[in-house]
């Protein structure tokens, strides 16, 4: 590593599960060597995923300590010994993987991609992973078509923002549910025909309304515990619901014998799957730069905290009145 790399750097650390007082803002951790297939990335921006809240708390277990993080953008400082051949100090990259709360990263080659002229490193930060989920959800986890009544769940977060532009360019027709009656304008905005406000409106009816009471074809649910039996319950027959989040909590065991009256499907994907080969990855990547760039999709910040404040954006995210994706500058 070159000599002119500084030894240590700013970072957050997690040496034992909690609440947000368990992220631990240090301004000496050491900063990483990387190995064969890595990168050594200086992070200008750093993204905030509810997942991280799941690691922090220890709904998913992980090694402590730990430096939370699932992406980030900047710039390539350093090489591994091999397995970098595409790579060169000063590229500009975009990087999916661990360790994103930190000034520095060794980044998986394998997940790391070229940032393309003409997006910003704060844009390809923001889309990265919450993009390529909702990409990979429309087009893997349940074959959208156009035509079809789609249900997603908060429909203003992250995911959700990017699946209503993506169902609306396909020509699906989306029923969005928020927190709020404050996001009503936006989720109708990103692409939702119908929306309703959770705790005031009914879901079901506005199902049955707008499908004749046939049911979504599928259901595109981050929230997990608190609606997936009401998933369960406004899907149509050989309908799918996509349980990719647990933001109200894990879904809880059930009885495979509740597909049988429609013949239902129950996926639950994870994004890493997916895009588990790089010739998988480039392919969405592709299609996430595309979207971005000539069909000039709204990449949605809803706001960049410094790296210190850690602790707050955990509870903004947390407290689900946020909008689009959450940033950090180290």
Known sequence: ??????????????????????????????????????????????????????????????????ILGREAAGEVVALGPSGVEGFKEGDRVVWMGTGGYA???????????????GIS???????????????TLVEEAHKVEKGDWVLVLAATGGVGGWLCQILRAKGAHTIGTVGSDGKVEEAKRLGAEVVVVEGEGKVE????????????????????????????????????????????????????SKLTAKNAKVARPTLNNYVYTREEYEKYADEMFRLMTEAKFDVRVHKTYPLKDVAQAHQDIESRKTMGKLLMTP
Do not use: W
């Open 1 to 66: 590593m070159s000599s002119s790399l500084p030894k240590t750097m700013r970072g957050v650390q997690v040496s034992k599960t909690g609440g947000t007082e368990v992220l631990e803002y240090h301004t000496d951790l050491p900063t990483p060597t990387p190995k064969a297939g890595e990168l050594l990335v200086r992070n200008t921006v750093i993204g905030i995923n509810y997942i991280d809240t799941y690691f922090r708390t220890g709904l998913y277990p992980s090694p402590k300590p730990e």
């Open 103 to 117: 000034e520095y990263t060794a980044a998986p080659a394998a997940k790391t991609l070229k940032i393309p002229e």
């Open 121 to 135: 490193s704060e844009d390809a930060c923001a889309a990265i992973i919450q993009a390529l989920t909702a990409i």
């Open 205 to 256: 009816e506005a199902v049955k309304e707008k499908t004749g009471g046939e049911g979504v074809r599928a259901v595109f649910d981050g929230v997990g515990k608190a609606a997936f039996d009401r998933s369960l319950e406004v899907v149509g027959r050989k309908g799918t619901v996509v349980s990719f989040g647990n933001a109200s909590g894990a879904v809880e065991p059930f009885s495979i």
